[in-house]
């Protein structure tokens, strides 16, 4: 008998939005905002959609053969234990059915979903605003909260709204009128930075060709340079490189991998153990653990071109301290802000299946999130276990939809669980923890999750100060000092915290790199290299204050 496919995916449509709608109850409802007394507004709207190809999509994501890991998450394991009649076991059973229907259909069509992978379509920011916003008073903050919280889709805060401080937030086109009126209403000064995102992000990273790259291949033996942002594939292969032509000085280890089965590498830059024959103390250097925060993944790799490649320049840091460097933590989400959406900021996960659902729940979310996708990925900086989920402040979120979604419980992410697996193994001799984030400048310290201070508060802040003090000698930049939760906001479940409160690291930083909001996330490549050297100067700076000044 011929299988009526219209009639299963009716089922299917109708079976979804039931589920959806309950499962939603929990949660504000998303698209709607009263910018107006008396009116609303529908805030979600589709965004234009840019169906160009990017010749640099088919680049390698650097899998290498042995390293890739599968993460079926297809193949839903159901206990065995036998259940008397019941009408939700027969519901169960004939969507079952159904569902392996589809499955069969789609396969034939398609073959095996844990293979298919469909190209998503690249956001576009076109006629999208970034607009600075400066809340004077608490109820400014209350209103701009209010907005926030109900997470207009075409209202992104790159920050949490507070008193007497900036709070950048992208419009969408469809809204920007509204918003503004909305503002005015309320009293709420506010400026716009960048009148369009999509002009912005399409200037920021120069293209290079294929014939250029050969002749830097050629020339250089790799193609890194730090003229421009460069995709996951050529990062590993830059840190492969060394460590081909550095074996004496450069070890690259696979930590881990993500969570679509990409190597998480982290390179070691070590001379070996001191004169004593014991290790040396290590500095351990993380970037990249926001997808959308390039900058910091290309500070990092100019760190270790610097250690690795003028090793000779500085072979008395070297001599008394080794390097732990991660130039992208997040592998899966960084990629995809190169070839989906710019301003992607969280891993690529999907954590339905951790829900406690039946089979029956599993199934449908199973088959709708094949159709339709999910709220996916993870905030990794709210997903370390120390004051994992503590979202009272608002620095974390429990919703999968929001930018901060902490994730189902700390260490979710197989990205963070492989960072902080390494780092408790070698925590005897890490000295220093650092992890570079854009955009701010501050040089900020423990603790994230309380307004409270640690009891070495100011040894850090003096080493960290003179660290400040060489990075303005270069350009002239003007980094802040502080802890995270008075600079910035209140954040539970950040890398920092758990490396000083957890891993027992006494330096513990965050590093909040250029610029002040003219660009923001979107930091043109010209400023790599002026921003690189201004931060590697203050890093050498604290790195011999707290290595046995060398």
Same mark, same amino acid.
Request: one cysteine or more; a negative charge; aromatic letters at 12%.
């Given at each position: 008998m011929a299988v009526d496919f219209g009639s299963i995916l009716c089922l299917v449509l109708g079976l979804?939005?039931?589920?959806?709608?309950?499962?939603?109850?929990?949660?504000?409802?998303?698209?709607?905002?009263?910018?107006?007394?008396?009116?609303?507004?529908?805030?979600?709207?589709?965004?234009?959609?840019?169906?160009?190809?990017?010749?640099?999509?088919?680049?390698?994501?650097?899998?290498?053969?042995?390293?890739?890991?599968?993460?079926?998450?297809?193949?839903?394991?159901?206990?065995?234990?036998?259940?008397?009649?019941?009408f939700v076991n027969m519901v169960e059973s004939m969507f079952s059915a159904v569902a392996n229907g589809i499955g069969s259909f789609v396969t034939s069509i398609i073959?095996?979903?844990?293979?298919?992978?469909?190209?998503?379509p690249r956001v576009s920011y076109r006629n999208h605003q970034l607009i600075r916003l400066y809340p004077n008073s608490?109820?400014?903050?209350?209103?701009?909260?209010?907005?926030?919280?109900?997470?207009?889709e075409d209202v992104k805060f790159w920050a949490e709204p507070m008193y007497n401080k900036t709070t950048d937030v992208v419009?969408?086109? *469809? /809204? =920007?009128?509204?918003?503004?009126?909305?503002?005015?209403? #309320?009293?709420?000064?506010?400026?716009?930075? @960048?009148?369009?995102?999509?002009?912005?992000?399409?200037?920021?990273?120069?293209?290079?060709?294929?014939?250029?790259?050969? *002749? /830097? =291949?050629?020339?250089?033996?790799?193609?890194?340079?730090? #003229?421009?942002?460069?995709?996951?594939?050529? @990062?590993c292969r830059y840190l492969e490189y060394l460590a081909f032509r550095y074996p004496s000085l450069v070890e690259l280890i696979t930590i881990g991998h993500s969570y679509e089965g990409q190597p998480i590498k982290m390179v070691k830059i070590s001379t070996g153990p001191n004169k004593g024959g014991e290790a040396k103390p290590a500095v351990w250097i993380d970037a990249g653990m926001h997808a959308r925060e390039w900058i910091g993944s290309a500070v990092a790799t100019y760190i270790v071109s610097q250690l690795v490649e003028k090793n000779s320049s500085y072979a008395k840091l070297l001599d008394n301290s080794d390097w732990m460097i991660l130039p992208v933590a997040n592998p899966d989400g960084y990629e995809f802000s190169h070839i989906g959406d710019r301003l992607w900021r969280k891993t690529r996960s999907n954590h339905d299946e951790d829900q406690d659902d039946s089979r029956f729940l599993q199934l449908v979310n199973h088959y709708t999130r094949w159709l339709w996708g999910k709220c996916e990925g993870v905030d990794p900086n709210r997903n370390?276990?120390?004051?994992?989920?503590?979202?009272?402040?608002g620095g974390a979120s429990l919703d999968p939809c929001h930018e901060t979604y902490a994730g189902p419980r700390a260490f979710s992410e197989p990205e963070t669980k492989a960072m902080a697996d390494y780092i408790l193994a070698n925590k005897?001799?890490?000295?220093?923890?650092?992890?570079?984030?854009?955009?701010?400048?501050?040089?900020?310290?423990?603790?994230?999750y309380t307004y409270s201070r640690p009891s070495d508060y100011w040894e850090l802040a003096s080493v960290a100060k003179k660290a400040i003090g060489a990075i303005s000698k270069i350009h002239g930049t003007d980094y802040q000092f502080g802890p995270s939760a008075d600079l910035l906001y209140p954040t539970s479940g950040a890398s920092d915290d758990w490396a000083k409160g957890v891993a027992g690291i006494k330096y513990a930083y965050t590093l909040e790199l250029r610029d002040r909001g003219?660009?923001?996330?979107?930091?043109?490549a010209s400023q790599i290299v002026p921003t690189a050297r201004e931060i590697w100067a203050g890093i050498r700076t604290i790195a011999r204050l707290i290595t046995c000044n060398t």
């Amino acid at each position: 008998m011929a299988v009526d496919f219209g009639s299963i995916l009716c089922l299917v449509l109708g079976l979804s939005v039931i589920i959806a709608s309950n499962r939603t109850t929990a949660r504000p409802q998303r698209g709607e905002f009263e910018f107006l007394p008396g009116e609303k507004y529908n805030c979600s709207s589709v965004g234009e959609v840019d169906w160009s190809y990017d010749e640099e999509s088919r680049e390698s994501r650097c899998l290498h053969e042995g390293d890739t890991v599968s993460n079926d998450t297809d193949d839903l394991k159901i206990g065995d234990k036998s259940r008397g009649f019941s009408f939700v076991n027969m519901v169960e059973s004939m969507f079952s059915a159904v569902a392996n229907g589809i499955g069969s259909f789609v396969t034939s069509i398609i073959g095996t979903e844990k293979n298919f992978k469909p190209r998503s379509p690249r956001v576009s920011y076109r006629n999208h605003q970034l607009i600075r916003l400066y809340p004077n008073s608490q109820t400014h903050v209350n209103e701009l909260k209010e907005l926030k919280e109900a997470e207009p889709e075409d209202v992104k805060f790159w920050a949490e709204p507070m008193y007497n401080k900036t709070t950048d937030v992208v419009v969408g086109p *469809d /809204l =920007v009128s509204e918003v503004k009126m909305f503002l005015r209403d #309320k009293g709420i000064d506010f400026k716009v930075l @960048i009148p369009d995102l999509q002009k912005i992000i399409a200037y920021q990273n120069p293209k290079m060709s294929k014939e250029q790259r050969e *002749d /830097l =291949v050629t020339s250089h033996g790799h193609s890194m340079t730090w #003229k421009r942002y460069h995709r996951y594939g050529e @990062i590993c292969r830059y840190l492969e490189y060394l460590a081909f032509r550095y074996p004496s000085l450069v070890e690259l280890i696979t930590i881990g991998h993500s969570y679509e089965g990409q190597p998480i590498k982290m390179v070691k830059i070590s001379t070996g153990p001191n004169k004593g024959g014991e290790a040396k103390p290590a500095v351990w250097i993380d970037a990249g653990m926001h997808a959308r925060e390039w900058i910091g993944s290309a500070v990092a790799t100019y760190i270790v071109s610097q250690l690795v490649e003028k090793n000779s320049s500085y072979a008395k840091l070297l001599d008394n301290s080794d390097w732990m460097i991660l130039p992208v933590a997040n592998p899966d989400g960084y990629e995809f802000s190169h070839i989906g959406d710019r301003l992607w900021r969280k891993t690529r996960s999907n954590h339905d299946e951790d829900q406690d659902d039946s089979r029956f729940l599993q199934l449908v979310n199973h088959y709708t999130r094949w159709l339709w996708g999910k709220c996916e990925g993870v905030d990794p900086n709210r997903n370390f276990d120390y004051h994992w989920g503590e979202v009272e402040e608002g620095g974390a979120s429990l919703d999968p939809c929001h930018e901060t979604y902490a994730g189902p419980r700390a260490f979710s992410e197989p990205e963070t669980k492989a960072m902080a697996d390494y780092i408790l193994a070698n925590k005897q001799n890490i000295r220093m923890y650092l992890t570079l984030h854009s955009y701010s400048q501050m040089w900020l310290v423990p603790w994230g999750y309380t307004y409270s201070r640690p009891s070495d508060y100011w040894e850090l802040a003096s080493v960290a100060k003179k660290a400040i003090g060489a990075i303005s000698k270069i350009h002239g930049t003007d980094y802040q000092f502080g802890p995270s939760a008075d600079l910035l906001y209140p954040t539970s479940g950040a890398s920092d915290d758990w490396a000083k409160g957890v891993a027992g690291i006494k330096y513990a930083y965050t590093l909040e790199l250029r610029d002040r909001g003219t660009y923001g996330f979107l930091l043109p490549a010209s400023q790599i290299v002026p921003t690189a050297r201004e931060i590697w100067a203050g890093i050498r700076t604290i790195a011999r204050l707290i290595t046995c000044n060398t």
